[in-house]
Nanobody, 121 residues
């Protein structure tokens, strides 16, 4: 069974919106905090947002006020609602799950394969 499966990526104009989804197995989802990371071409992977099992959230400064992370415990799915998109948001977005804290240099053991988000000028 694939631990995490992302969907919802695509091509969007600057200023547009997109919603990403990450589906997990029930056992993984219920036991872990969830996060979204992204990696742009030629750039290091960075933490975008995370949500704990308690539904508390945190965001990277670059996306605060534009992105919203949420989770549906009944569907074992985490979402990333992306609004006011900018070309610099262009990246492969990855779902991640773990029980420890998240940062640009610390992440959980479970990864999705990624979904491409491209924002045109």
């Amino acid at each position: 069974q694939v631990p995490l499966v992302e969907s919802g990526g695509g091509l969007v104009q600057a200023g547009g919106s997109l919603r990403l989804s990450c589906a997990a197995s029930g056992t993984i989802f219920r036991a872990n905090n969830m996060a979204w990371y992204r990696q742009a071409p030629g750039k290091q992977r960075e933490l975008v947002a995370y949500i704990r099992t308690t539904r508390t959230t945190a965001y990277a400064e670059s996306v605060k006020g534009r992105f919203t992370i949420s989770r549906d415990n009944d569907k074992n799915t985490v979402f990333l609602q992306m609004s006011s998109l900018k070309p610099e948001d262009t990246a492969v977005y990855y779902c991640n799950a773990g029980t420890d804290y998240f940062s640009d240099y610390n992440w959980g053991p479970y990864w999705g394969q990624g979904t491409q988000v491209t924002v045109s000028s």
